[in-house]
Every structure is written in structure tokens, then in C-alpha cells.
């Protein structure tokens, strides 16, 4: 199987921009999905198909992928962006199988 | 807008069987997508369970396969987990969600439900 590994922790003045990134081997094959989520609040997903953000979603966040890295930035971070981000991919074997990364607390100052 | 809610019980002793269902509103799971399990023991990340497709095909994480079984009910429009044999390591929220695919096959979960917590205890 594979792994997906982020930083644990990552901080960003309110208005600046932050990237978070996500490492595997299986994101040179397949790309990833994020997800945010608040404390006791169940995953909400923000980007997914390497930039498409879903209905609902502000365009302050966008995706990329370049190798084995899939990255996520906000630009111009608020307040409300406090929170873990998740990456997500399929296993680079091919099958329906799936992995998430470690997660990445993003902390706005 | 298709909604998931997560039902069943918060405690579950050590070595019995833990059993939810997920019942889905506002699209009909014979229909297409796969719909599939993801838990979060308190503290940590998330870690996928196991998906089954409208046509029974089942994917499951390979640490966890030989305890987990997910099932469909369509006359329920529901989905079912459950996971034997559990140990105080299977504590955690349980979410189910449904997955959709991009164009190019990449998997992203689009729906969730809002997790219940199990609690694996004495």
C-alpha cells in the first residue's frame, strides 16, 4: 500500500498565503483530493481533480501537482481557514483502494 | 443533495462485533458511485476502511481486511460496516461517505456524514 506524508503543522499570518504539501508515490499516477476539518466537524472536501473546488468552496483555495508532491495553497488565509487539511489518493497499485495523509494543522495568526 | 447519517451503537465491548449503517438521503445508492467507511481515532488522522460499489464489489484496507465486512441494502438505501473482533484501537469516529471519480479516475470523497463516536470498552 501506499503512504501519504504532510507536515504536521504549519502556521500563516491572517491575509498571507500558505501552501501545504503531500508527498507519495502514488500521486505521480494519481491526483489528490483535500480536505478541511474543524474541530469536532466532519470533513469537508475543498479541492479534488488536482484544482477543481466544489460549489461553495472560495477560490482563495487551489491545487497542484508536480511528481510525487500534491500541494494546496490558500491565498490570502482568514481566519475560519484554521483548521487540519487532509490529502487523499488512490493507491498506487491501480485497485479501488485508498489513503489518506498524516494532516497538516494550518494555525492563522 | 444526497445526505449520510451514521447510526448504531457507542459502545462496543472488547472482541465483539462492531456494527453501523449509514443511511443515505437524496440519491439512490443503486444508482452509481461507490459508498464507503473512513474512521478517526480521537487525536489522530483519518484512515479509509473499505468501499462497496452498487454492484456488491468490495474494497477494503488491506490492515484491516480480514476483520471487515460492507454491505448494501438498497430496498434501505443504506450501507452497512461492520468490523470483528475489535480491540481499544478501533475506538474512534466512524465516518461513511460517499466517493466520486474524476475524470481521469482520481477518487475524492464528496459527501460525508457527520460520524458517530464508538467507544471499544468493558
Known amino acids: 500500500s501506499s503512504e501519504l506524508t504532510q507536515d504536521p503543522a504549519v502556521s500563516v499570518a491572517l491575509g498571507q498565503t500558505v501552501r501545504i504539501t503531500c508527498q507519495g508515490d502514488?500521486?505521480?499516477?494519481?491526483?489528490a483530493s483535500w480536505y478541511q476539518q474543524k474541530p469536532g466537524q466532519a470533513p469537508v472536501l475543498v479541492i479534488y481533480?488536482?484544482?477543481n473546488r466544489p460549489s461553495g468552496i472560495p477560490d482563495r483555495f487551489s491545487g497542484s501537482s508536480s511528481g510525487n508532491t500534491a500541494s494546496l495553497t490558500i491565498t490570502g488565509a482568514q481566519a475560519e481557514d484554521e483548521a487540519d487539511y487532509y490529502c487523499?489518493?488512490?493507491?498506487?497499485?491501480?485497485?479501488?483502494?485508498?489513503?489518506f495523509g498524516t494532516g497538516t494543522k494550518v494555525t492563522v495568526l | 443533495q444526497v445526505q449520510l447519517q451514521e447510526s448504531g451503537p457507542g459502545l462496543v465491548k472488547p472482541s465483539e462485533t462492531l456494527s453501523l449503517t449509514c443511511a443515505v438521503s437524496?440519491?439512490?445508492?443503486?444508482?452509481?458511485?461507490?459508498w464507503g467507511w473512513i474512521r478517526q481515532p480521537p487525536g489522530k488522522g483519518l484512515e479509509w476502511i473499505g468501499s462497496?460499489?452498487?454492484?456488491?464489489?468490495?474494497y477494503y484496507n488491506p490492515s484491516l481486511k480480514s476483520r471487515v465486512t460492507i454491505s448494501l441494502d438498497t430496498s434501505k438505501n443504506q450501507f452497512s460496516l461492520k468490523l470483528s473482533s475489535v480491540t481499544a484501537a478501533d475506538t474512534a469516529v466512524y465516518y461513511c461517505?460517499?466517493?466520486?471519480?474524476?475524470?481521469?479516475?482520481?477518487?475524492?470523497?464528496?459527501?460525508w456524514g457527520q460520524g458517530t463516536l464508538v467507544t471499544v470498552s468493558s
Open positions: 461517505a460517499r466517493t466520486n471519480y474524476d475524470s481521469t479516475g482520481c477518487p475524492f470523497f464528496d459527501s
Open positions: 437524496g440519491y439512490s445508492i443503486s444508482s452509481g458511485y461507490y
Open positions: 462497496i460499489y452498487r454492484g456488491g464489489s468490495t
Open positions: 502514488s500521486l505521480r499516477s494519481y491526483y
Open positions: 481533480a488536482k484544482n
Open positions: 487523499n489518493s488512490r493507491d498506487s497499485s491501480g485497485n479501488h483502494l485508498y489513503v
